[in-house]
């Protein structure tokens, strides 16, 4: 593993091979921003509100618009169907884990020449945000030859939450029980994490199996029996499992609260007989989270879940120690610092300059792509996509006021001009811009010049929201995205809310 002689040093003794692998995960590019995360501390966060969770936002009379956009880009070039469709799980749970309803999905697609992609991404996506019947309310869809094997698949999901009620992944505290919630733990999705950190070429099985399967129709029973739940204060801190499933979000909360873990391999629920120990820990089966709860709570959840037909397992305990444990028959596989398993090595970044030409990107405006989406599903939506795909307007009643919502893409040269833009159209239609999220899609950062486009655009982008005066609220960083034969055009994606009182 690149990092051994870092990770042993740190724990003053030899990690194990269960701990490589998990290592391996946490100090993936995926999981562990090594070469953006500095960078990214520049960008202004002023009036946005939970920046570090799941999803950020704005915070609107007594209630909170929640919003966060990510990529599945490598995922969609192997798998485009289920990769799309998991994007938009994903995605989902990130807002649906701070107890926010999801009110509404945006979405910036690039293609090349392989029909194949592009039409297993559009069903992946319209299959299954229909079917959990989350509207699609802002398309753009961009073409140029480099995104033939290499297609960008941004996805952003806005939701909406009581702000009182809004729950957060720090909470936890010693003696607070873990609890897994939703589908049984499967072999699919396997090194997702490490997947999304590599140069996509001659794919093998392996490959095919770090992509997730979709479960739209569990998804919308897991997304109605955790909100009942939240909303009767049942959990105290809650974790979608994402990337590198139960490691990730059982190592995130423990991080961000002060805490550790103690976790029981023969208590989890799993589909599987032939999984391995490390892969019960990195699956990234979908349809599952994370409840950190009370001990006197689990009767109600238990009864809640039962209605919902939603399986679920005690896994451990949080603890004092800030240690991250793993036990199977009483064997401890795992014990490691959780400062340690989360906080890869800092490294040097090449901003070594080399001129970079952008190709021509055309605007496909094809009318039967976002048609497939239902826009109406949940009575929000006020406009039909054909009057401007990109561009659209949702009700919040609860505040008594609309919601702008605009997606659009950049190259890294025009980013500060496309998002002065985006700011001028959304003014133009009578609102007042309050935040952004994006997607900054790249190719390989340890090669000139991506971390110098990378920083420039980390420039523009802070130029260009202290001129609008609007925060970034969330994010995501996608790198590698190359394969053997070609790079993509580097190329920040954003949705950008406005609001309007009525």
């Known amino acids: 593993m ?40 520049q ?27 990510e990529s599945h880009n490598h995922p969609c070039a ?10 938009i799980g994903g995605i989902v749970r990130d807002v649906l884990a701070m107890n926010a309803r999801p009110i509404a999905l945006c979405n910036s697609l690039k293609f090349g020449d392989d029909k194949r992609i592009m039409e297993g991404v559009i069903e992946g996506i319209s299959n299954y945000g229909n079917s959990i019947g989350v509207p699609t309310v802002s398309t753009e869809v961009l073409y140029n030859k480099c995104f033939t094997q290499n297609p960008l698949v941004n996805v952003t999901c806005i939701g909406i939450a009581n702000y009182d009620k809004i ?14 919630v939703g589908s049984p733990t499967m072999k699919d999705g396997m090194g997702g994490a490490s997947f999304a950190s590599k140069k996509l070429g001659n794919e093998k099985k392996e490959d095919k199996l770090s992509i ?48 550790g873990v103690n976790i029981d391999l023969d208590k989890i629920h799993i589909g599987d007989n032939s999984i391995q120990d490390y892969e019960i820990m990195l699956s ?56 340690i398993l989360v906080t890869p090595p800092k490294i040097m970044p090449d901003f070594s300059f080399k001129e970079n030409l952008t190709d021509k990107i055309i605007s496909i405006n094809n009318k039967n792509i976002y048609e497939r989406y239902d826009h109406t599903v949940g009575t929000r939506t006020k406009l039909d996509p054909i009057q401007n795909p990109q561009f659209n307007i949702l009700k919040i009643w609860e505040e008594n006021c609309d919601l702008a919502v605009y997606t659009f893409s950049s190259t890294v040269k025009d980013t500060y ?77 954003f949705t950008m809310l406005g609001l309007n009182s009525l």
Do not use: W
């Not at 957060?168 to 897994?180: E, I, R, V």
């Open 2 to 41: 690149k990092y051994k002689k870092y990770i042993t040093e740190k724990l003053n003794r030899e990690p194990n091979e269960f701990e490589l692998k998990l290592f391996s995960a946490t100090y993936s590019e995926h999981c562990g921003y090594l070469h953006s995360k500095e960078l990214l501390k």
């Open 417 to 493: 001009k496309e998002l002065i833009s985006a700011s001028n159209l959304i003014k133009s239609k009578g609102f007042t811009p309050v935040g952004i999220t994006n997607c900054l899609n790249f190719t390989n950062p340890e090669i000139s010049p991506t971390m110098y486009e990378f920083q420039k655009t980390i420039q523009e982008i802070k130029k260009a929201c202290n001129e609008i005066s609007i925060p970034v609220c969330s994010g995501n960083v996608s790198f590698y995205n190359e394969s053997s034969n070609t790079k993509i055009i580097n190329m920040p994606t």
């Open 284 to 339: 990234e089966t979908q349809e599952r989270m994370l409840f950190i709860i009370e001990e006197h709570s689990i009767n109600q959840i238990k009864s809640i879940l039962k209605k919902y037909e939603l399986d679920y397992s005690l896994i451990g305990d949080v603890i004092k120690d800030k240690k991250y444990i793993i036990r199977k028959n009483q064997k401890i596989l795992a014990d490691i610092p959780t400062d």
């Open 167 to 180: 729950i957060t992944s720090d909470k936890a505290q010693a003696g607070h029980k873990l609890m897994l």
């Open 43 to 69: 960008l202004p966060r002023k009036n946005a509100v939970f920046y570090n969770e799941n999803a950020g936002g704005v915070k609107i009379g007594n209630h909170a618009i929640l919003f966060k956009m």
């Open 212 to 259: 997730q399967i979709a479960n739209p129709f569990m998804k919308k029973k897991l997304i109605e029996a955790c909100l009942e739940i939240f909303n009767k204060n049942l959990v105290i801190s809650c974790q979608d499992c994402g990337a590198a499933g139960i490691l990730s979000s059982t190592s995130e909360v423990a991080f961000k609260s002060n805490t």
């Open 78 to 87: 192997v798998e485009p169907f289920n990769g799309a469709a998991t994007g």
